[in-house]
């Protein structure tokens, strides 16, 4: 099975569409971040979550929520694909309803090897949330999406350089996770 998350009216072919809005047409309607989900543990392929997790709040508990279900529905190996706004770009800014920005470095943390490798005398760097609600998200992937202001000749490296500084270079993050699990 393959999970199209926060669907709206976006709908990928091959994928069970889910959606807490019932005026969305979807194959489910429940909170993500709230609800239990109605799939069976380790059902799911694949996951998209576009543009849905900077929406789940308020507070920590609905993403916290969110991502150990995700967790217990996929597969070992499991490929999740998590495309969110730049939380320093327009887009994220004028949305009244995003909850929180998610950057590559909030997804890291709930990877068990990352937090491993922030690990310093003992000491997490990072909150290991990984550990904290017994998840693990290995990251497999992370490609930006520019802004349309900037053509195709400017050079990557200087807008990944620009971005650290300025608002509106980068338009989105797209972020490919893996769920590690043991077999048994």
């Not at 669907?7 to 994928?15: D, E, I, N």
């Not at 929406?55 to 495309?83: D, I, N, S, T, W």
């Not at 990072?126 to 999406?145: E, H, M, N, S, W």
């Amino acid at each position: 099975m393959k999970l199209n998350l926060g669907c709206g009216f976006k709908h990928v072919p091959g994928y069970t569409t889910v959606d807490s809005n019932p005026a969305v047409p979807a194959d489910y309607h429940f909170d993500i971040g709230k609800d239990t989900w109605p799939f069976a543990d380790n059902s799911a392929d694949e996951v998209l979550a576009s543009h849905v997790l900077e929406h789940l709040g308020p507070g920590p508990e609905p993403l916290f929520h969110c991502m150990q279900e995700m967790y217990r529905v996929c597969k070992p190996g499991a490929v999740v694909l998590v495309v969110v706004p730049h939380p320093r770009h327009d887009f994220f800014l004028h949305d009244p309803t995003h909850m929180r920005p998610i950057t590559p470095g909030t997804l890291a943390m709930f990877s068990r090897k990352a937090v491993d490798q922030w690990k310093v005398d003992g000491v997490y760097g990072i909150t290991p949330f990984a550990y904290y609600l017994g998840v693990d998200f290995k990251l497999t992937k992370l490609d930006y999406r520019f802004d349309a202001r900037f053509g195709r000749d400017t050079p990557v490296e200087e807008l990944i350089r620009r971005e650290r500084s300025e608002n509106n270079v980068v338009t989105e993050y797209i972020i490919g996770l893996q769920v590690v699990k043991n077999v048994a």
